[in-house]
């Protein structure tokens, strides 16, 4: 004979499944997406250069676990890089002290991207405009190209 409580989470969990496939909740919606960046530094002059950002959505949730009722089952998939590609950008600087006129950027951006578990990702690592702090303040979201 069943536990009572294991039978219910089982059909707890089956309306849960079918009230996602009924209601059609998409799947994951993670895309490699163009954008500007604004490079900045002391006496250089701006440039814009294109770049990526990866932006969507991923499949998170949490529910009451199906085999211990007492416990939630938890599921947190991020939008994120896979790999990346590092780009050097050349800034002319004519108002720089003594010395050289053009200075040379360092900058990344995601070269892929994919859901994975949510996590802490190294400072900088990516946001290209972060690298050496080079950015106006900008929010990303704001430089998406339509």
């Given at each position: 004979m069943l536990d009572p409580?294991?039978?219910?989470?089982?059909f707890l969990g089956g309306v849960i499944l079918i009230s996602v496939w009924i209601t059609g909740i998409?799947?994951?919606d993670c895309k490699l997406?163009?954008?500007?960046?604004?490079?900045?530094?002391?006496g250089c002059n701006s440039i814009t250069i294109p770049s990526f950002a990866c932006v969507g959505k991923c499949?998170?949730?949490?529910?009451v676990s199906?085999?211990?009722m007492w416990e939630m089952e938890r599921s947190c998939m991020c939008c994120q890089e896979s790999g990346e590609r590092v780009a050097t950008?050349?800034?002319?600087?004519?108002?720089?002290?003594?010395?050289?006129?053009?200075?040379k950027v360092m900058t990344k951006a995601p070269m892929e991207c994919m859901c994975r578990p949510c996590s802490?990702?190294?400072?900088?690592?990516?946001?290209?405009?972060?690298i050496g702090g080079f950015s106006s303040d900008m929010q990303l979201r704001s430089m998406y190209t339509h």
């Amino acid at each position: 004979m069943l536990d009572p409580y294991y039978s219910k989470g089982i059909f707890l969990g089956g309306v849960i499944l079918i009230s996602v496939w009924i209601t059609g909740i998409s799947a994951e919606d993670c895309k490699l997406t163009p954008v500007y960046h604004n490079l900045q530094s002391p006496g250089c002059n701006s440039i814009t250069i294109p770049s990526f950002a990866c932006v969507g959505k991923c499949t998170s949730y949490v529910q009451v676990s199906g085999s211990k009722m007492w416990e939630m089952e938890r599921s947190c998939m991020c939008c994120q890089e896979s790999g990346e590609r590092v780009a050097t950008v050349t800034l002319n600087c004519p108002g720089a002290p003594a010395g050289s006129k053009v200075r040379k950027v360092m900058t990344k951006a995601p070269m892929e991207c994919m859901c994975r578990p949510c996590s802490a990702v190294e400072e900088g690592s990516v946001l290209p405009q972060e690298i050496g702090g080079f950015s106006s303040d900008m929010q990303l979201r704001s430089m998406y190209t339509h």
